[in-house]
DNA sequence: TAGGCCATCTGGTCCT
DNA sequence: AGGACCAGATGGCCTA
C-alpha cells in the first residue's frame, strides 16, 4: 500500500492514474491516494503562489548590477540580510553619502567596503576583476 | 561529469 | 478531520 501511493500525480488526476493500478488496489487505494493527490496540489500551490512569491518580492527590494541579474533563494536571502546590515549602517552613521564600512575583519583594502556601497561607488567604473557585485559567502 | 539549484512528492506535526 | 506548514528525499535541468 505505501508503495503504490508513492507516485507522481503532478501530471495527472488522480484518477487518470488510477487506471495505471490494479484493480484491487484501485479499490483499496482510492480514498487515500486521492487525498493524498490534494494535498500535493495544495502544497504545489503553496510553493507556487506562497513562498515563490515571496521570494520574488523580496527579490525586488535587493539592489544588483545589473538589475535584472538572476538570483538564486539562497543569494536572496544572504542579500536581503547584507542588505538590511548596510541599510542599518548608513542609518547610524547619518551620512548617506559616505560608504559605509563592513564590521567584520577582512583585510583587503578593496573587500573592506560595503557590497552595496561598491553598487554605489562603482556606478561610473566596473569593479576590479577579483571583486564581482555582491558576492554570497559560500 | 559533478555540483548547484529547483520543483515536486511525501509524511510528520501543529492548528483550527 | 482537514488544512497549513515544514523538512527530507528524489529526480531533472543547467553550468563550469
Known amino acids: ?32 491516494a486521492k487525498q493524498r493527490c490534494q494535498a500535493n496540489a495544495r502544497e504545489r500551490d503553496r510553493t ?31 542579500l536581503a540580510g547584507s542588505y538590511i546590515t548596510h541599510l542599518d549602517n548608513q542609518l547610524y552613521t547619518g551620512d548617506l553619502e559616505q560608504p559605509c564600512l563592513q564590521k567584520n575583519d577582512v583585510t ?7 557590497t552595496f556601497c561598491w553598487s554605489a561607488v562603482k556606478k561610473d567604473k566596473s569593479p576590479p576583476p577579483h ?8
Not at 1 to 24: D, G, H, I
Not at 131 to 138: A, D, L
Request: glycine fraction near 0%; charged fraction near 25%.
Open 1 to 32: 500500500m505505501e508503495n503504490f501511493l508513492n507516485y507522481q500525480c503532478a501530471e495527472e488526476t488522480w484518477e487518470q492514474r488510477m487506471f495505471s493500478v490494479s484493480s484491487y488496489q484501485h479499490a483499496t487505494a482510492q480514498p487515500a
Open 48 to 78: 507556487q503562489n506562497s513562498v515563490n512569491i515571496a521570494f520574488n518580492t523580496l527579490r525586488l527590494l535587493i539592489p544588483t548590477e545589473p538589475p535584472d541579474r538572476k538570483l538564486s533563494k539562497i543569494e536572496i536571502l544572504r
Open 108 to 114: 583587503d583594502e578593496d573587500k573592506s567596503l560595503c
Open 131 to 138: 571583486v564581482s557585485y555582491f558576492k554570497s559567502p559560500r
